[in-house]
């Protein structure tokens, strides 16, 4: 979510400054609960997976869903030209001319997330923000401070109430 539909939610004037920084960061660490909640991130990052080939044509990388494949190597030889991406929502990735063989070692670089994050996750982040901003306190110096420990910002299980652990469960990865 931007700063300024985040501002304009809360009734702030999104001229008003005073408050960014503070506002910032609740965002981006409604952000990082989502993502280690999901198990995989809201918008694209690059992801780099080392693995040893099992004799076979298709790997499912480990995070997805995989927007774009950026390069490929088996041991030293670049395949990225061989690789297709077959299925991006499940990380699924088909070697067109042979086998991940098993005695060589790949390297796939990719861009994992979403494009465009889905309405269900951006409602959650809302929620999650805004009920993140509901626990601010007001120190008597004038800053403006979540619940701290050692001057950090921190967040409890208790952010996630059941209703967000239901929308978020739909998007929610489990790696084996």
Do not use: C, W
Request: aromatic share 10%; net charge negative.
């Amino acid at each position: 979510m931007l700063l300024t539909t985040f501002k304009q939610l809360l009734s702030i004037d999104t001229t008003d400054t005073t408050q960014d920084n503070i506002l910032s960061q609740i965002l981006l660490t409604a952000t990082d609960i989502i993502e280690e909640y999901i198990n995989f991130p809201l918008s694209e990052k690059t992801f780099i997976d080392t693995f040893y080939g099992k004799s076979t044509k298709s790997i499912v990388t480990k995070t997805y869903p995989i927007t774009s494949l950026t390069s490929a190597l088996e041991n030293t030889t670049d395949i990225t030209s061989q690789l297709t991406i077959r299925d991006g929502l499940i990380g699924l990735l088909y070697y067109d001319n042979s086998l991940f063989s098993i005695n060589n070692k790949y390297t796939i670089v990719y861009l994992a997330g979403y494009s465009a994050i889905p309405s269900g996750l951006e409602y959650a982040s809302r929620l999650l923000a805004l009920k993140s901003y509901s626990q601010i306190t007001r120190i008597k110096d004038g800053v403006i401070r979540l619940q701290t420990q050692d001057g950090t910002i921190t967040y409890d299980n208790t952010l996630l109430s059941p209703a967000l652990i239901s929308i978020l469960s739909r998007y929610r990865h489990i790696s084996l």
